[in-house]
T-cell receptor, first 114, second 118 residues
Framework: AQSVAQPEDQVNVAEGNPLTVKCTYSVSGNPYLFWYVQYPNRGLQFLLKYITGDNLVKGSYGFEAEFNKSQTSFHLKKPSALVSDSALYFCAVRHGGNTGKLIFGQGTTLQVKP | NAGVTQTPKFRVLKTGQSMTLLCAQDMNHEYMYWYRQDPGMGLRLIHYSVGEGTTAKGEVPDGYNVSRLKKQNFLLGLESAAPSQTSVYFC?????????????????FGPGTRLTVL
């Protein structure tokens, strides 16, 4: 069965420090992987995705993610965190063939402190 | 271009009442999805649609029905609400064109409906 795991419920970092939000996946076939961010009382916003090609994917707001096939991971990173990055982050993997259904991880709350 | 909109934003129901949540998108997307979000559980797919007039069950379909009579609208119905259906409901849509039937395309989400069932 296909699945996504985000092992940390919460990540705390100081403003200006690098941040990493972890995601591991289990899929059959080639994975299509996504990161979304949710600000309080808002819908999910797309950050970036990995489909194929370069293992380092760059996305919105200075975020990037590294696809590692051997470790089945797709960690979200940012070199220098901002207080405004504080939000709930979801990793997702496509499943279900052409239906494009997504399986989401349980989410990781990122708290960036000044 | 409003993207994906949802009505209502908030609703309180009593057990046994019925209601319909409306999702509308103006991006001409073929695919639409209904999710529910519960603390610590991420988003779970309730039903989805791959085109006008078609619907299919997702991960947690029990107690819900859907209809997609028009391409731009996707309705989620609760026939007899239960407290277990207290949740935040999100609608999403995505384009169906491109590689692998467009499955590489990201989904666009609405702002959500917060539903409480007493």
């Amino acid at each position: 069965a296909q699945s996504v795991a985000q092992p940390e419920d919460q990540v705390n970092v100081a403003e200006g420090n690098p941040l990493t939000v972890k995601c591991t996946y289990s899929v059959s076939g080639n994975p299509y992987l996504f990161w979304y961010v949710q600000y309080p009382n808002r819908g999910l916003q797309f950050l970036l995705k990995y489909i194929t090609g370069d293992n380092l994917v760059k996305g919105s707001y200075g975020f990037e993610a590294e696809f590692n096939k051997s470790q089945t991971s797709f960690h979200l990173k940012k070199p220098s965190a901002l207080v405004s990055d504080s939000a709930l982050y979801f990793c997702a993997v496509r499943h279900g063939g052409n239906t494009g259904k997504l399986i989401f991880g349980q989410g990781t709350t990122l708290q960036v402190k000044p | 271009n409003a993207g994906v909109t949802q009505t209502p934003k908030f609703r309180v129901l009593k057990t046994g009442q019925s209601m319909t949540l409306l999702c509308a998108q103006d991006m001409n997307h073929e695919y639409m999805y209904w999710y529910r979000q519960d603390p610590g559980m991420g988003l779970r797919l309730i039903h989805y649609s791959v085109g006008e007039g078609t619907t299919a069950k997702g991960e947690v379909p029990d107690g819900y029905n859907v209809s997609r009579l028009k391409k731009q609208n996707f309705l989620l119905g609760l026939e007899s609400a239960a407290p277990s259906q207290t949740s935040v409901y999100f609608c999403a849509s995505r384009a169906g064109t491109g590689l692998a039937g467009g499955t590489h395309n990201e989904q666009f989400f609405g702002p959500g409906t917060r539903l409480t069932v007493l």
